[in-house]
């Protein structure tokens, strides 16, 4: 390290030093301005400090007496065009050209971890993404914006429910097992991730940042490589997304009203049996169980009516369960926000409503946000910023995934379909009351969807206040105090009526209730120096320190068997049944950090960065870290260097180019994710008889230290024709050491596994993005843009070269050398054995020793040994995809705007836990049309194996025939609007737009949709646990300025 | 200026008031550098160690009775269940990890060390005796009855007296170099005499610190020894409850007792096991003989129905040590046995009483007419009540037909017509009918799955008694003799206590006569019908040999229905095949068709084959 920055500090002296003087020249420089179409451009102000600005003619010309031989010339037109900034040299003539406003500006500022830095200086990997898109598209969650947007962040919708945000990598992982999302920075408070802790709603998924209305972001990047990232040492791993919420930059009162309405239409349904199909099925199950026929047909009478027995209306139907659960849902949103002030002070004010109802009956999401920012300058030397969020909401939802009893998508596909919602009375009249559960199983859908109560509510309150001062001239300080607390409780009741028992027959109705609570305090104190020097020799230094404290708590109770169906308290539950309990975590973390930037002559950019921190997660011996006192530090770092070649004189004078720059950087950041309790030997609670006892917990590592990421990134920035056309590309190499995984330990020495740094992994790719205009009129404009990225992530290292996990959804997860990350692990299902003489001749047996017979699945016998078991399992595939991109499209004609985008993924592997069940055909529940296709006969040729009761041969184990090709391409958004920005009809502007969603998918997966992540752990990527699937939806709104 | 400085400041002393910051206060944990010597938090870290052994029931019930010849799995068994009934157990069954146990023996070499550092006095020979003391004697017998249950398991498994707290201790502990030497080894001798202490230099294996059966059963004796002063803390008033059940439910001094006698009997050193067990838990008998509530008497008490009563509540009488599990609102403690056992859903029938065990208890009928000089025309001449309706039909088993449990006076008659050879009718009766443990599901909802885990309890230590008496030689006139007629009074009269006294042995107590005098005392014994239990012939036994053979087998059958599917009896075969084998009896052979005749025809001479090999009676799965 030390020589490290010996050497940076070396060449940075150097140049200073070395670099030619600069003489007084008293020559003149005339130029043109052009803009982006090449016409001259009048009125627009040419300025050098310290001689007298002028003005540009009708022809665009311009002349300006020169100072100095190396200075800086200012351009700054009237309107429509960004101002600009460009350094002459020895050049007497010069043309300029302006870019258009509504194209991104490398001369406009991005909002860095150190404030602010001007674009096209950057030497990090980022992205600024345009906030007012969140007018036109129905995002509730910021994070979901960057899907397709963002080369290199690989975002996947939750699911459809509302509220429920995005899962989102960028440039891959840090960690197998922890947190691998990024950190969001809100008015500069990191915000922790408050789903690192399961919830009690089955595929419940929580966005860090889902409380901030999208609307009030003011500025938003994204942050991908270590020269931005390290500056947050021990939590940059996983990238950065910074927000800025409604900034009030203008004294000028502004006030915005926005309304907006929309529907989201039912997906399109799977095709199941009927209820013809459904009998014949049941029979065939039932048949192969081995239960005697009396006996089975006396406990499943229903499947064997005749039209003169009571119940027989009951079962004469032929219901499609998913009618019954899916609906079109309205959305509606309204917001309210004023911003204005003075030069002493300046607000901003922000209020909010949304109500998003979902696509299952009876779910819905609102919120209530109301945010108040304000800037004031307390002294001429002393400037204070406030901004105080405070979101209410709440989320009227359905449990998902394996609540099999709940979950109402696998309740409407299982349902029998002979069954009606409702009961008959004894005259065979259809009453209004949902039907129980009869002894075909699976709880009614409409009684899921109607009478079970699953919501969660969040209460979210992050005030922040940033003070910054001169100390001199140059030297500023910033302070910055941020608290962020956030409250969620989750109440589910699970009523009678209409649902299978619970917990093995114990259960019939149940509450659950659930606390959390996450209170973080947060500072940052910084001083900075910026200087330039001789016009070309510009400085910017940084040095400061943060630190953050953070308190989790959970309590949660369940009550069981509450006296009816009314009774849903958590104190009505039966005494024996009740359970109560809780959680507590505790972790802090703090970092003294440091950046130093340089560069000379707009040609060559330096930049320096090093955080050195303390976590309380991390051990007391850390290893991979320097200590200071007894205290273990981690050192994380970059250094970056950029080089404009465009701006070398011996690069060739090609008209329109404005930039060539190539980028590289290398550094190292961290995730402190290490668990609160793994560093440290402690006891934890247990209890004997009504004793509450104490018994030692898992065995600690006080060398447990900060999981790392190396990261290479290479990149060339390319701009020309006024920005119309610009292209960035990216070359990275991430590697991720000191990963965390659970070593298994030897079983006598008293513990099961062991936490340790000791697995990597290297995720390698390339990202490009395109922007080209390609028409600049005044009344049409058509841009394109487009952008692509592969990256692929390769075990390098893990304990005993490959690690098993089992994972929800009775599958298996692999981590080997060589391999890629989570391959899923299991059997290669190779088709069905039509006749017993091949399945005789095949002579193979179950893992369970029976020998396989005509009907039954036929599994690739790696090892022959004839014998299907673990030694025959292979990679099935990962749910990293080979690519993914998106493509847009903006066309605008005088003030009707049409914005075309597109998003996909291509070569992921999905595990689709819901066809599997779907298609398993193991006891009395509906399945789908495929079935129809099953082994029934001797010699019949099929890829359906027989129905079996309870699947004693494993025909429906984990293989490869559950596991489908993820790729999809996706219309995400369509939108028309009609945007006026000036005054009309005493408005100060009006918006009105209409917009679609999710318009259409190409894709060849099975099941609803092939985008879901049922929650952040990276273990449960790429499995379809029957979430609530993505819908389209269509919107339209209007937005007035007064 | 002045002003920008004061801010600063502010902002400095903001940011400088962060105490403990990087040991945050993590509420439901405590950290092992603060446990405190007060005695609470000991008790609850002493306490602690009953949570860990309560996670090693299953494993020993299924390991204990699946491969023994009791019990048989279901169509409905799990792969786990159906791979320990027929001896085909792979490293991911449930039940194969010795790392339960290693929990057990690390969270006690932790209180161990723990009250070693704290209070030293515990290691000295005169301190006053304080709860320190005792709460140490528990973590030591906890530690011994871990090694002593893991080693019948796994047979040699590593001794680890020190706790391993770190990575570091733990991997200081691997690759240490070095193997144990075991420099004296004892060979005891029936006679208590003939004692071979062999001081053999060359007895080293070749890895460290693994110990055989033998070495880790006189390791843990003599830790005990050593260590213990005192054991068992009174809990009784625990927290001002006064509830005498609890200290049942911990180690006391007669549960320590209880393993020492179980150690040395499995070691066959008899005189040291009798030497506890004959103040402890016989002669205390004696000496409160007109007590009606004197511990551990086999008498009236649990004659009958009453019985099953400690199957249903904690008896400071009968139970020496019970593990405790109970379901309520404060504390889910469950197991799965009655989960596996019971027909009645959710429950899953995963394992039913073999044939064999059912026979054990149908097969003993009150009165036979004898014929000493011709055994062969023996008869029965009065059907009386086989064994388990004496204690009450349904308590060790239940008929089941299609979920029903059959009435007690179906199955009696069914019975009366296998005596009287009616099989036709017999057989349609028991057309479709289960049989059914019923042991850990009386008194039980079908949803409780709380069945206590009785570790001791009296009659064991009776038929230790009678297995010893039965094996053990004493110098009587300068020569020795044996006493084998004696320990047949342990199992079906009480004599060996004193006659007249009410008390009725351990089969007695449950309604089964001395079948036919006591076959010791004559030199022929009777060989009934399994089915209908008519005498249908009978076998000399003449040498001592015989009858010590012939008193095992009988005491195997008493074990086998009075301590039936309690996790012991394939250590039981175990215990006496060594024996057996030491003394060039054929045990291994004997263990062998002993199991494999319980088990299905088909699979007979596979699991015999199997059993022959006295590898195959443990399991491999620990690492060394």
Redesign the interface.
Known sequence: MNRLFTIVAVIMLTLLWILPAHGQSSGTLSGTVLNDARQPVSQVTVSIPGSEPVYTGADGTFTIQRVDEKEWLFVTPLNKYSPKKVLIQDQEQITIYLSSEDIESPHSSVLTPLDNAIKRDMLSTFKVLDPTVFENQPYTSAEQYIQGNVSGAFVTQTSGMPGTGATVYIRGYSSLLSNNQPLYIVDGVPIENNNIYDGLIEGGNYSPISTIDPLDISEITVLKDAASTALYGAKGANGIVIIKTLEPKETKTTIDFLYRTGLSLAPDQLPQLDANAYKTLANELLFSS?IAEE?YKLQYASLFLDPDDDDYITYNHNTNWQDEIFKNAIINNVRFSIKGGDAIAKYGLSVGYLKNNGIYKNTYYDRINIRLVGAFDI?P??KMDVATNLTTSNSYMEESGLSAVTNPLFASLWKSPMLNPYEYDENDSLLQIIDEVDELGTSNPTAIVNLSEVRSQNYRFIPSIN?T?D?TENLK?T?R?GLNSNNSKEYIFIPDRGFDLL????VFNETKAQNNTLFTLY?D?RIFYTKTFNSVHSIFGALG?R?Q?N?FDQDYGLARNTASDYYTNLNRGE?????IG???????W?SLYSNLSYSYADKYLLSATISSD???RIGKNAANTIRIGE?PVGIFYSVAGGWRISNEEFFPKIDGIEEIKFRASYGITGNDDVG??NS??????????????????S?????LTFQTKKQLNIGLDLSALANRFNVTANYFINKSENVVIFEL????????T?P?NTAAFTTKGIEAEAFVRIVSASDFSLDVGVNISSYKTIIDEITQGEQVYDVPGEMQIINRVGAPINSYYGYRFLGVYASSQQAADANMSS??GLPYRAGDAIYENRNTDNVID?NDKDLLGSFEPDFFGGFFLNARYKNIYLNVFVQGVYGNEIYSYLRRQNESMTGLRNQSVKTLQRWQYENQQTTIPQATWGDPMGNATFSDRWIEDGSYLRLKNLSLSYNIKQSILGLSSLKIYVSASNLFTLSKYLGYDPEFSYSQYLLQQGVDYANMPLSRQFMMGLKIGL | MKNKFVYILLVLILITSCEDFLNPEQDLVLPESQVPADEVELRSISLGLYSLQQNLVEQIVMLGELRADLLLVTESADPDLVEINSFQISASNRYASPSNFYKLIAASNKVIRIIEIMHPEVLEEDSPVTNFHRMYGEAVAMRSWAYFYAVRIFDEIPYIPETLNTIDEINEYVNSPGSYTDSVYINFAPNGIDTDTIFDSTFVFTEKKFLNQDQMTRQCIKDIQEKIRFVGVDYSNRDQINDVTWNTTVWNEDALNALLVQMYVHIDNYNDALDILVPEFLRRTVENVNDNYVKYAIDDRFEGSKWSSIFTSIDNLEHIFTLQFQKTSSSWQLNNLQHYFSIIPPNIYSIKPSPKSVRLWESQWKNYSINTVNPENAFTIEPGTPGDFSRGYGRSYIYVDNGEVLSDNVVREMLNLKLLGFWDEVNDIMQGVDTVVHKYTIGKNAFDKDANFIVYRAPSMHLYAAEIIANRQYMDGGSFRHDISAAEDYIYTGDYIGSNDGRMGTAGRAGFPLRLGKAVDREYYYIFDPNNNEIIGSESIITTLEKQLYMEDIIMDERARELAYEGERFYDFVRIARRREKAGNNGVEWLADRISESRPANERAAIKAHLMDQNNWYLPFILK
């Open positions: 081995g006996t002294f030397w002393l003070l001062g100390i300080f302070s105090f917990y093995d027959g114990e500072n104190n320190f630190w404290k308190q005494n024996l049944l009740n359970v809780g959680n507590n975590r505790a972790w802090n703090g303390i976590s309380s205290i609160e309790l440290f030997s402690h006891y934890r609670v247990s209890q004997y008889r009504d004793a509450s006892v104490l018994i030692p917990g065995l600690a590592n006080d060398e330990q030897n079983s006598y020495l008293g513990y099961d062991y340790n893992f369970g673990d």
